[in-house]
């Protein structure tokens, strides 16, 4: 297969089909594709990262956050005078403060204490009220609290862990996307996993096109801790993820992925969060496995996210 891509970029957005729509809504997806030049250990493979952090919630989770609210409203699951409340590390929580306030819908988020600060500050700055639970008991002890709130009636939860609304937005944008600014080129793509619903959503896509394409997915290795990347125990594991949909699962380091995300930095000028060091980190490692191909792989978010942290510490 060629691995030549075109320099011109393609629009391929299923938010809207108006070039120059001047809506919220319709910046989100389109997000720009580019390639890794300085960190690419393998001259015959090429490695593409998507720069989700464009969006302008600032995430890959913005794709999701509007389509499960969208699903809600339009199946009338959501109704007047109904609150949200979500469970999330941050990004998605984020994503769903910046859309309820669109659609004019109270929302609280729920996440550990030791979530940054930024990511605090940016729910409550767009309106959410915002829940800590205690960090001892991760994003299980947030998912058993908001189940516990929804269970004392008024509140919905979207549920990104089990809502096919979060794997449905990508794929009907992200690897759509992805097909068209490749030419079809794509070999390999990488992720990492949180809630699954962007591998989800893109393995769907992309097998559907070629099914030759092989899905890696990255977590984290043994009591590493990756924002956005979970090892989920197997009561937890999100409804959503369905595991023939992943040929191949690679476990990252805590320090690998903070090497790499500093690197993404240094040496390429991408900004990014943890998890997105962690999806690089495989697609590096897979390039040096390979004799040729073409290889995308999902930058998350932004590194502002996480200034308040020791990630981008000398």
């Known amino acids: 297969m060629s691995t030549h891509i075109k320099s011109e970029y393609m629009e391929s957005s299923a938010f809207g089909s108006i070039k120059g729509a001047y809506t919220l809504i319709d910046q989100i997806g389109n997000t720009p594709l580019v390639e890794l030049t300085r960190l690419n250990p393998n001259p015959d493979v090429r490695i593409f990262a ?7 919630g600032g995430s890959v989770k913005d794709r999701a956050a509007y389509g499960m609210i969208k699903g809600a409203l339009d199946r009338g699951e959501l109704k007047p005078g109904m609150k949200l409340i979500e ?6 929580g984020i994503a769903l403060a910046m859309m309820a306030r669109l659609f004019d819908i109270e929302i609280e988020l729920v996440m550990p204490e030791n979530s940054t600060r930024e990511r605090v500050l940016t729910m409550e700055a767009f309106g959410a009220k915002v829940t800590l639970t205690p960090a001892e008991g991760s994003m299980e002890a947030a998912i058993d609290y908001a189940h516990a709130q929804v269970a004392k009636g008024g509140f919905l939860m979207l549920n990104q862990f089990a809502n096919p609304d979060n794997y449905g937005m990508h794929y009907k944008t992200t690897g759509p996307e992805i097909w068209k600014d490749t030419h079809g080129a794509i070999t390999h793509f990488v992720s990492s996993m949180g809630t699954t619903g962007t591998i989800m959503g893109v393995s769907r896509y992309l097998k559907e096109q070629n099914p030759s394409i092989e899905i890696i997915g ?6 590493s801790r990756i924002p956005g990347i979970r090892r989920w125990p197997t009561e937890y594991l999100p409804k959503i993820f369905e595991p023939e949909r992943v040929d191949r699962i690679m476990d990252i380091s805590q320090e690998e992925a903070t090497d790499i995300t500093r690197k993404l930095a240094r040496v390429e000028g991408i900004f990014a969060g943890m998890s997105s060091g962690g999806a690089v980190s495989a697609a590096l490692r897979l390039a040096e496995e390979l004799d040729n191909g073409v290889i995308v792989c999902i930058i998350c978010d932004r590194g502002d996210r996480y200034l308040s942290s020791d990630l981008f510490g000398v």
Do not use: R, V
């Open 87 to 92: 469970a999330t590390s941050g990004n998605t």
């Open 50 to 56: 998507k720069l989700e952090g464009d969006n302008p």
């Open 218 to 223: 990255c977590q984290p290795t043994d009591n």
